[in-house]
Each structure stands twice: as structure tokens, then as C-alpha cells.
């Protein structure tokens, strides 16, 4: 075989490889965005009054090397929330100095600074564990829930009141998140938007419907003070230590155990989505390092974490949902490698003359079905985008998906390398990243 007739197969068998697995995705895709759409979303304006119910809240706020953003985001959430009855726990790590001082700044007696007897950076579940610890101890007051946040995160006043209410039937109750857009950095930025408002409004949603298990986002979620004792009685610890994605595991351990989850989009009188706010990475190794964390966590090493969950096809359909972006990835770089060598192979055959070979039938045949369910696709988030941001937004998202292709094929080779570490035995960090706080007025 020359070698251009070696390049031409390549070409052909990396299209081949890539078309059938997208082909898998893209109906995995389209069945869930018809059961979104058929399903009930729990969209409701949220009322306070004097008949509510005030559960006494403890907000924990792990936070590692957040010296520029805790203070700023702890006044805001005191001048922000509508609420008589919370206080804001900060663990901190007693090898960073800086953000202790930062926290202590803000002298309202709701913060409580928390600072833990290890050296950090350890896990995020690993500093909840010692908030945990903390609220066990404190002497005269007892939370009835609690709400996890990010020392980045921007709260909505009503965050309290909404999570009042729902908790009143379910044990964990999680509420949107909405990634902020910096018109400065809108193309990173702005992916996480459209993934957020994919998995906010159509995974979730989707999820309930099914009755499969629904996995915390980490932040804007509430958990019942007696849901934790239950989880913290099953394992030892409230929060796995030794899992970088605590807040997804939570969820799906909190429904083994039989504990109501809920996901909710409450709105305020002005209609406005009750969420979590907050900027994600703008730079592509920030943004790489995240998304590493994310899919090492819940692709990798969550196969033997958590398993399969149950029997039933909807919780095993939800779990390889959860798992299948190394597949996802590897399909991109495929096609995006079998589109390079094909032009690259056309150019060569017109050069000598000759024309370049034709794709075969079947595989024509898999590129026009893709092609028409990459379509549904873009509508799809071109929509869901648009809801959530405004239609500008909404149009920019179908260009964001090139962004989105890159960080997801970047990530899942980082979150590899780094699992494979893990086999060997590098302890798990903290993976952050710098944050900052939107300026408010």
C-alpha cells in the first residue's frame, strides 16, 4: 500500500469509528431532550410570607487559597440573602494565612471561620468534613439544613426561602446554576453557560422525570442536617474525603439510602430564575484543569465508586450518561483527525491528478443521520441558551461548540493521566483554579 493510499484508509476508518459512536450519542442526545420536553419542570414563583416555616440554615464555604474572593463574596451573601435564620461556615486551612484573614474581616457574628488541623490543599469534601465537625459541636444551635456554596459563588436573595419549601418534601434539594458570561472572555466563558443550561434545564429535568438518581451540583444545593447524620452514620463522613467529586457522589448516595432528591427551578415575582451565579474559568488551562476534575471524578474513577446504582434501565441509562465523555472525546479527536487527513488526502490526489476515493456507502449513509441529528442538536442548545441568556447568547453558543469540543478532548486526556496516577498512588489535591467575584453596585 503507498502511502497515500495508507493515508486515505486512516482517513476512512477514523470517520468510520467516529460517525458510529456520535451516531450512539446523538440518539442518546435526542431521546433525553424528548423526555425533557415531555416532562413536568417543577418551574415555580417562590412566595415568603409569615405562615413560612423559618428552617435555621448553616451555609458551608470550603475554601482553599480564596483570599481575593471570600470577603467579597461573604458581604454579599449577608447584604444578599432574605433570610432570619442562617450563618456562613468558611473552613479555611491553618497553612493559608491569607484567606483566614480575609474572612475575618468581615465582622458580622453569622460568619464563622473555621480553620482545620491539616495542611491543605486536601480534598473539598475533606474541609466540609471539618465544617461537619464543627456544626456537631456547636454549642446552643443546630442547623435544620445545610447549603453548600464556592467562595466565588454570587447567591440569589430568595435562595433560603426557596429551599425552605422544597425541602419540606425531599432530603437534598438542588437548585440551577448559572455560570456567568465576561463579554471579555465570552468564548470560554460562555461554553459553560451552554453546558450548564443543557444540564439544568434538560438533564436534570429529564432525570426526575425517569425517577433516576439525581447528583448535586456542589453548589445552590441543600441538604437536611438529619439527611447528612444519615449519610455520615452509612460511611462515617457526610462527605467522601477521598473523592474529588464529592458533590456528585452525594446525590447518588443519598437516593441508595432512599432519601428524597430534588431538583428545582424556582423564580422570583419577577420571573427571574432563583440560581446560583458565579464566573467559571476564562482561561484554556483553567478551564482544562476543571473539566479534568469533573470527568476524572464521574467518568473514571466514579465506574468503581459508585457503580451502576440499581437494576432499573433509567438509573443504568443516567449512569452511562454520566460516564461517557472519554468516549465523547475520543470521537471528537477522531473526526476532527479523519476531516484533516481526508483534506489533506484530497489535496494530494488532485495535485497527482486523480480523483480522491469516495466514501463508501454505509459510511455516507452514517455522516447524513449525524448530520441531521447534529442539527437537532443545535437547536436544541442554540434554544436552551437562549432561554436562559437572551437570544445573542443563544446564536453565540452554536460557534461555542468548537470551544467545547477542545476542553472536552484537553480534559479527558488530562483527567486519564491523572487517574493513572491515582492507581499508583498520588494522593488526590484540591485541583482549583483562581476565581474572582463579579463587581456589584
Request: glycine content about 8%; hydrophobic content about 50%; overall charge positive.
Amino acid at each position: 500500500m503507498t502511502t497515500l493510499g495508507l493515508l486515505d484508509h486512516v482517513a476512512v476508518e477514523f470517520a468510520l469509528f467516529a460517525a458510529v459512536v456520535l451516531l450512539v450519542l446523538g440518539v442518546d442526545d435526542l431521546v433525553l431532550d424528548l423526555i425533557a420536553g415531555a416532562a413536568r419542570r417543577s418551574d415555580a414563583t417562590i412566595r415568603t410570607g409569615p405562615e413560612t416555616r423559618r428552617l435555621r440554615f448553616a451555609v458551608l464555604i470550603p475554601a482553599w487559597s480564596e483570599a481575593q474572593v471570600i470577603g467579597a463574596m461573604l458581604r454579599a451573601a449577608l447584604a444578599r440573602y432574605d433570610h432570619p435564620s442562617y450563618r456562613l461556615y468558611v473552613g479555611c486551612y491553618r497553612n493559608d494565612p491569607a484567606t483566614a484573614v480575609a474572612v475575618r474581616s468581615v465582622a458580622d457574628p453569622r460568619v464563622r471561620l473555621v480553620v482545620g488541623g491539616r495542611d491543605g490543599p486536601t480534598t473539598k469534601a475533606d474541609c466540609l468534613n471539618a465544617l461537619w465537625h464543627t456544626l456537631a459541636l456547636e454549642p446552643g444551635w443546630r442547623p435544620d439544613a445545610v447549603v453548600l456554596h464556592d467562595a466565588e459563588d454570587m447567591v440569589h436573595p430568595l435562595e433560603l426561602h426557596a429551599a425552605e419549601q422544597a425541602l419540606s418534601g425531599a432530603a437534598l434539594v438542588q437548585l440551577p446554576v448559572l455560570p456567568l458570561i465576561d463579554p471579555a472572555r465570552r468564548w470560554l466563558t460562555g461554553h459553560y453557560a451552554d453546558e450548564f443550561a443543557e444540564t439544568h434545564a434538560r438533564d436534570l429535568v429529564a432525570r426526575a422525570a425517569l425517577g433516576a438518581a439525581l447528583p448535586l451540583a456542589g453548589v445552590g444545593c441543600a441538604i437536611r442536617y438529619d439527611a447528612l447524620e444519615r449519610l455520615a452514620a452509612a460511611t462515617g463522613l457526610p462527605f467522601a474525603a477521598d473523592s474529588l467529586t464529592e458533590d456528585y457522589e452525594l446525590g447518588l448516595r443519598a437516593a441508595a439510602l432512599g432519601l428524597a432528591v430534588r431538583f428545582i427551578r424556582p423564580r422570583d415575582d419577577t420571573g427571574a430564575l432563583i440560581a446560583t451565579r458565579a464566573y467559571f474559568p476564562d482561561t484554556l488551562a483553567a478551564a482544562v484543569r476543571q473539566k479534568a476534575r469533573w470527568i476524572g471524578g464521574i467518568a473514571l474513577a466514579g465506574w468503581d465508586r459508585t457503580g451502576w446504582g440499581s437494576r432499573r434501565v433509567a438509573e443504568r441509562w443516567m449512569r452511562w450518561r454520566d460516564r461517557r465523555a472519554p468516549l465523547a472525546a475520543a470521537a471528537v479527536a477522531t473526526g476532527y483527525a479523519a476531516g484533516a487527513l481526508a483534506a489533506l488526502g484530497t489535496v494530494v490526489h488532485r495535485w497527482r491528478g486523480d480523483p480522491p476515493p469516495a466514501p463508501r456507502l454505509g459510511l455516507r449513509m452514517l455522516l447524513a443521520i449525524n448530520a441531521v441529528l447534529l442539527g437537532w442538536r443545535l437547536i436544541a442548545r442554540v434554544r436552551l441558551t437562549a432561554a436562559a441568556y437572551g437570544w445573542r447568547e443563544g446564536l453565540r453558543a452554536l460557534p461555542r461548540i468548537v470551544v467545547a469540543n477542545a476542553v472536552l478532548v484537553l480534559s479527558a486526556w488530562r483527567a486519564l493521566r491523572l487517574h493513572v496516577a491515582s492507581l499508583r498512588g498520588t494522593p488526590l489535591q484540591w485541583d482549583k483554579t483562581v476565581h474572582r467575584f463579579p463587581d456589584l453596585p
